[in-house]
């Protein structure tokens, strides 16, 4: 047996072990994605990256895990955004308040929220609305920029349901127990 044949029986081997879950996900991406860039550069300004990157992160094949994903998502980034503009608020845009702002996310996130399914997403917001004004050199310009990349961040999430919930009625994915 030559090694192309070994590979193609792996690859039926994990098609009928995962069924078409792999196939659902990158077809949800690539809807989600073409829907998020779209949308964001026909009527807004607004770069797609950030939007396009979150819709991946918090994209799922099935509808009930990618509900949970975006509350998770959204929760922590909430926190995130929370903890960065306080940091703003007091004092301005510093480089060694980055540090402080992540730092305090993580903490929040980890014993307040307590939700640890994307719970990095807390520390990257803070990250994201303190760089924005320390870049930006002027804490209102930094603080729009931070609040527009956090709904740039929530709207890719919103996207990803969805895309999640459209497909699921559409081409609902078939359970362990239907396979047999």
């Not at 779209?38 to 009527?43: D, E, G, I, R």
């Not at 995130?80 to 980055?98: D, E, I, N, T, Y």
Request: hydrophobic content about 50%.
């Amino acid at each position: 047996m030559n090694e192309a044949d070994t590979f193609f029986q792996r690859l039926r081997q994990r098609l009928s072990e995962d069924g078409l879950l792999g196939v659902h996900f990158a077809v949800n991406v690539f809807i989600a994605s073409a829907i998020t860039w779209w949308t964001l550069t026909t009527f807004t300004h607004a770069n797609p990256v950030w939007a396009t990157a979150s819709m991946v992160a918090s994209s799922e094949p099935e509808y009930a895990k990618g509900r949970d994903n975006f509350r998770s998502r959204l929760i922590n980034t909430l926190v995130g955004c929370a903890v960065g503009l306080g940091f703003l608020a007091l004092g301005g845009a510093h480089a060694w308040k980055m540090p402080f702002a992540v730092a305090l996310a993580v903490l929040l996130s980890a014993y307040v929220v307590r939700i640890k399914v994307m719970w990095r997403q807390a520390p990257i917001t803070a990250a994201i609305v303190v760089a924005g004004s320390i870049t930006e050199h002027s804490n209102v310009s930094g603080m729009e920029l931070g609040l527009r990349r956090v709904a740039e961040v929530i709207f890719g999430c919103l996207v990803a349901l969805a895309v999640s919930w459209v497909m699921g009625k559409i081409w609902p994915l078939q359970s362990p127990s239907e396979k047999s």
